[in-house]
């Protein structure tokens, strides 16, 4: 039986995540950064899933705005080693969203925390499993990045950045990794349907992004279809981006006269 580390699965996209391979019979274990919300989706993952073997941990990436929480890393690891949980797959969905942070006004200790947590904690994540994945013979590490590694959007350098430089951290990974078989790759969404989305409904109908191609946005489960792909078909596959976005990227501008 495989088993999946999935990070901030308690609401949204990790949700989502945490049902497909649920669903496809894996074992799970996912993160969020208080217990009471990790009690409360455990809750809601077995009733959904009685059969499954799904277990919860609270993690924050930081110790302050400066610090990256290495020792709760370690400390995670070491309970899975101590109950034989091998993780076959990482997958790292958590996120500081970097919201309205631009460079005139916030602090550097807020540019600080969303690179410590998006690229510093999951490299160190990525380090701990790999260590594991090596003496197994192999696993999977996916990033849940963003178009807006490739594309920027107002007042959030931060998250740009950090979605930049975990893409190129991604492809460094699965140079030197390919050799001990385990497989480094990149899901690129665009805007995806939240509970954000379901708070403020007008500001998401008029939003550029919603404006796709496709004429609509990816919900959890395209993402999480995008993550099952690299963990459990792609064999021959390392290093790569799989954008799903509705298209949202190959345009010059969107047509906002579309309905
Ligand atoms: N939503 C979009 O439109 C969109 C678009 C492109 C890419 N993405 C990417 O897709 C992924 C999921 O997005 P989402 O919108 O579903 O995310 P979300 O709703 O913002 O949830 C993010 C998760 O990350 C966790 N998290 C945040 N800060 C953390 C920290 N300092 N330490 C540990 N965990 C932390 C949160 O934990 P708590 O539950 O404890 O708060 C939460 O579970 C992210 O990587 C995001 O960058 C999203």
């Not at 088993?3 to 894996?26: H, P, Y």
């Not at 990436?61 to 101590?82: G, H, I, N, Q, Y």
């Not at 492809?171 to 954000?196: E, H, S």
Request: aromatic share 10%; hydrophobic share 40%; proline share 3%.
């Amino acid at each position: 039986m495989k088993t999946v580390l999935i990070t901030g699965a308690c609401i949204n996209t990790g949700v989502a995540i945490v049902e497909k391979f649920a669903s496809e019979g894996w074992n799970v274990v996912f993160t969020g950064r208080s217990d009471a919300k990790v009690k409360e989706a455990l809750k809601g993952y077995k009733d959904k899933f009685p059969d499954a073997d799904i277990k919860g941990y609270s993690l924050d990436s930081l110790l302050d705005d400066r610090t990256v929480d290495e020792k709760a890393v370690a400390e995670l690891f070491s309970d899975l080693d101590e109950k034989g949980i091998f993780i076959d797959t990482l997958v790292l969905n958590a996120a500081d969203q970097g919201l309205g942070i631009t460079a005139l006004k916030n602090p550097l200790t807020d540019f600080m925390r969303v690179i410590n947590t998006n690229v510093v904690w999951n490299y160190c994540l990525s380090e701990y499993a790999a260590r594991r994945m090596i003496k197994n013979g192999g696993g999977n590490i996916i990033f849940i990045n963003s178009n807006t590694a490739y594309r920027a959007i107002p007042n959030r350098i931060a998250y740009s950045a950090s979605k930049g430089g975990q893409l190129g951290m991604m492809r460094a990974m699965a140079l030197d990794f390919g050799k001990y078989n385990i497989r480094v790759n990149a899901v690129l969404p665009g805007m995806i349907r939240t509970d954000r989305w379901e708070k403020d409904p007008e500001y998401y109908k008029n939003v550029p992004s919603r404006f796709t191609p496709l004429g609509d946005v990816a919900c959890g489960s395209d993402i999480a279809d995008a993550v099952w792909y690299f963990a459990a078909h792609a064999r021959n596959t390392t290093g790569a981006e799989l954008v799903v976005d509705g298209g949202n990227m190959i345009q010059l501008y969107p047509d906002l006269k579309r309905k």
